[in-house]
């Protein structure tokens, strides 16, 4: 590759885009979802199977196999797109590449059962052209910003970016806008920061800008923690580019030079993809020295994370880039004044940045008409947990609870139901059906006891037990908690203690007093954001669930089976056929009986499994 001025950038997207998937003269472009869920789900073995089904019946040089980045419907990939039908095939197989070649590719003819069928049992087929959403319920209140290339391109090959208006935005920056004015758009646009805080991104930008300093840096944090979040990951693996020419927008905006992408190494396909893209922008000129020949220098290094939730957290995060143990320090000074090696940072999450260069071509009016008041553009969820459609979800800010969990959702696996969703990770609150109608942004979530955070949604069914989800939360923290300050060591250490004492069937009613001082006595007194939110969960449940709470204080009953400790089980005889199907399979051989008369167990030895009550066909087991 030959570094590019300006019009030869534009010359390569006009020739990108003219020949986007046909420059050599395929009749077929297959795109497989190349992310690291579909990957783990024989993806790979698809996309193989595709290229060598291609060559075997003969149409090697008619049908290119592409892999994308997650197409978001995780609860249905591997995902796989044939283009130009905009055929929409889900769950696949690798035994189903030989009939997508011979019947679609040889044949012209769809692959009807690959389609994804509504709950009526009607299917769904394609797309009205590449590029717009499938008509399916997963699809249809969502508006992607954020993953808009995500299943579009090929996240490995620049030209694809480049041909889908990438770059435009960094073309406007060097040569038609000055600081202020990318700041200002920023400020039109009124985009907050998506790592959870919800700060304004254009005033970060602008209070680095103001502070005079030699040298001044750029931080992607990449660093996420929250357990089932995975959106920023999922961004970087579909479209790494918006995130390199997001951060060297930002380095012409405030006057930095040097930008570090901060990256948990758990990982690998993100960062392998990221490396690509990099080398990629430095080879055309879009990175490194003299910038589509503008005079303006920005480089970008990847620096490794262990994996520390603490390091989400901007200070803790620039410590660890130091190559200190990742703890934070006490704000003020902000990264805007002090940050990196004490120089002024500016520090912006994955998603926060990979909606910059859509704002920038499209104008930050177009990004303020969406959403709501406070709170604007989109907003993505990584939804998860009981829900009948899991997966990436990107929808406009104001989107009610109940739109994304029964509508984009598909509702509860099972016909269960409802019983709470989780947003913002350890740091946020379960949600109630009380507010299933609430319009959420930043600070419905916060007036409702919970948070965006980083944009985790972890849905629950009645059989989840509030009480143990607090205490896996709490047991969490523990874990990721740097000890620095006492409120979060020793506050999240002595709540994780009451709610496994409550738990196991030991509480009184005294410990949710103490619970909730402790949990509000660690909001006022923490160090960092960690330790200012671990208890959220716990309170959240004591004020939503606190009848679940006395239960197991008072009637030491676990209403969802889950305590261990509160559970017992035994066999009713006048329901038991002797079948001794609950002895063969108890792991403690704790059931004794004989053929065809009623079993008993030996409660000393039963270890609560459950395995008895899982395999009676009779009903004869009871659990309580």
């Known amino acids: 590759m030959s570094k590019l001025n300006t019009d030869a950038l534009n010359k390569l997207r006009d020739g990108a885009s003219g020949e986007f998937r046909n420059k050599k003269g395929y009749t077929h472009y297959i795109l497989t979802c190349g992310g690291t869920a579909c990957q783990s789900n024989k993806g790979v073995e698809i996309y193989e199977g595709l290229i060598a089904e291609a060559k075997k019946q003969g149409v090697g040089d008619k049908v290119q196999v592409i892999k994308t980045g997650c197409f978001g419907f995780c609860e249905r990939g591997p995902i796989v797109k044939v283009l130009p039908d905009n055929s929409f095939y889900v769950d696949v197989k690798p035994e189903d590449a030989e009939e997508i070649i011979s019947s679609q590719v040889k044949g012209g003819k769809e692959v009807d059962r690959l389609f994804y069928k509504n709950p009526d049992g009607s299917p769904v087929q394609k797309a009205a052209a590449h590029g717009d959403l499938p008509p399916i319920g997963f699809y249809q209140k969502q508006q992607r910003v954020v993953l808009r290339n995500c299943g579009i391109i090929n996240p490995e090959v620049i030209e694809e970016y ?129 910038i589509l020949g503008s005079g303006f220098n920005f480089d970008i290094e990847i620096r490794l994370g262990a994996g520390a939730f603490v390091c989400g957290e901007e200070t803790a995060l620039l410590r660890s880039l130091e190559g200190g143990r990742g703890m934070p320090t006490p704000k003020p000074p902000f990264p805007a004044v002090a940050g990196l090696w004490g120089k002024p940072t500016c520090i912006n999450n994955v998603e926060t940045l990979a909606n910059i260069p859509a704002i920038l071509v499209r104008g930050g009016a177009w990004f303020a008409s969406m959403g709501t008041e406070k709170s604007k553009g989109t907003k993505v969820f990584a939804l998860t947990g009981k829900i009948n459609n899991s997966g990436l979800v990107e929808v406009p800010m104001g989107t009610t609870l109940r739109e994304i969990i029964f509508e984009i959702g598909g509702g509860i696996k099972n016909g269960k139901k409802f019983k709470g969703v989780q947003t913002g990770g350890p740091s946020g609150g379960i949600l109630t059906e009380k507010v299933l109608d609430t319009p959420i942004d930043y600070e419905s979530l916060t007036q409702m006891g919970s948070m965006m955070g980083s944009g985790g949604m972890i849905v629950m069914d009645e059989d989840d037990c509030v009480v143990d989800v607090a205490r896996f939360y ?141 395999n009676c066909k009779f009903d004869a087991v009871v659990r309580a």
């Open 162 to 290: 480049i041909a889908n208006q990438g770059y435009i935005a960094l073309q406007k920056s060097l040569f038609e806008w000055k600081p202020d004015d990318i700041i200002n758009e920023l400020k039109t646009s009124g985009l907050r920061g998506r790592g959870g805080a919800g700060f304004p991104t254009w005033m970060k930008w602008d209070a680095t800008k103001k502070v005079a300093n030699d040298i001044k840096y750029v931080v992607c944090n990449a660093d996420e923690g929250d357990p089932g979040a995975y959106m920023d990951r999922s961004t970087i693996e579909g479209d790494p580019h918006s995130v390199i020419e997001a951060m060297t927008i930002c380095g012409r905006a405030i006057g930095a030079s040097q930008g570090f992408v901060y990256i948990r190494a758990e990982y690998p396909l993100a960062v392998h993809r990221l490396e690509l893209a990099l080398a990629q922008a430095k080879d055309y000129g879009l990175l490194g020295n003299d």
């Open 474 to 614: 709490m047991d969490f923290c523990v874990d990721e908690s740097c000890g620095k300050c006492s409120p979060c060591r020793i506050g999240t250490t002595q709540i994780l203690k009451i709610l496994e004492k409550i738990t196991h069937g030991n509480g009184d009613e005294a410990d949710l007093i103490k619970l909730e001082t402790i949990g509000k006595a660690m909001q006022k007194a923490s160090l960092c954001a960690l330790g200012g939110t671990a208890a959220n969960p716990t309170l959240s449940t004591i004020r939503n669930f606190r009848e679940e709470y006395m239960e197991h204080i008072h009637d030491h009953k676990c209403r969802a089976g889950k305590c261990k400790s509160l559970l017992s089980f035994t066999i009713l005889e006048d329901k038991c056929k002797g079948c001794g199907m609950c002895a063969k399979n108890c792991p403690a051989a704790c059931i004794t009986g004989e053929k065809k008369k009623p079993y008993t167990i030996d409660q000393s030895k039963c270890v609560k499994c459950g395995e008895c009550f899982k």
